[in-house]
């Protein structure tokens, strides 16, 4: 097994140098950084961490903890939060809650107890997390949360401006030409969903419309009870709404199988567009508006913010960084108009 010596020696720097690389407690130049980094893979060498953080009490680990792997906006903040942890040193292991808050609490006790030097939560849905983070904090060990926030709770936190991106999709809907939209919206336990209502509801009302309880669509993340909230509000052609707008890519997965289901098409029979760009976005005809959530910018934010914070305890002042969202026009959000066909000098529809 190769040594920090060793690496030193065919880097050409001192062992002191290697140290400074390795911790990153001390800048060293790009030039070394190319020398030492090139020397490590020559040598395969692995550093211990485990000795180390015996000796120093610090193991460059951070946690992160997420609702379900399975979703692919996690999988993007989860990315993009390991490259910016290890850009500065660190090593970021990632669990899963399965969207369960007592599950939540389990993994939140098991990161303190492996030591880890930080940890990014973004919460399950019910939400039960309030008391760990505030030991988690009080411990010394500090919490970034991301995208669903808890409430009640003062911690760094990093998400979208959910309130304004909710009435930017739902005001595109009204532009096409809509005027009854209903939202289906995931539980209203998460602080984001709540927000995302309201963002609806502030649309509908700038634009004179009403905000009727029999359009705001309440589901769970489970796809059957989802398919049971939409066949409600679909299968009645007379209280059907000629929009839908989902809260969330979960939700709008699911709300695009229940129009299937129903045997109906969008944008023919009801037009769509839904928060989150749908992992199989690029093979849906009609393609599908969506509001994009910045995850790159979310997930490294939010680590750059607990690294900080791991660095300096005590120093900085808590941050709570909302970022904009885009939107992406697809075909979904269409006012469907049928085509007129000429018969001598009129017009009909066919």
Known sequence: MSTIKEVAKLAGVSIGTVSHFLSGSVRVSEELRHRIAGAIQVLDYHPNHVARSLKTSKTRTIGMVVPDFG?????????????????????LVAVSSEDDALREDELLVLLRSQRVEGILLISASAQGSGLQIRKLINSGIPVVCLDRLPDNVQV????????VAAEMGVSHLISMGHRDIAIVTGPLTLRNERERLLGYKQAMQQAGLRVSRSLMWEASFQQDHILQVCKQGLLNPSKRPSALFCSNGVIGLATLRAIEVCKLSTPK???????????????????????????????NGAAEILIERIKSPGTIPRREIRLPATLKVGESSNCYRPKLTRVGRTERRP
Not at 156 to 163: A, G, M
């Open 71 to 91: 979703i692919p906006f996690f999988s993007k903040v989860i990315r993009s939060a390991e490259q910016a942890a290890r850009l500065q040193g660190y090593s």
């Open 156 to 163: 760094d936190s990093v998400c979208v401006e959910d309130r």
């Open 269 to 299: 029979d009801i037009a769509f567009a839904t928060f989150d760009e749908l992992v199989e976005h690029d093979v849906f005809h009609p393609t599908i508006t969506s509001v994009i959530q910045p995850a790159h910018q979310i997930g």
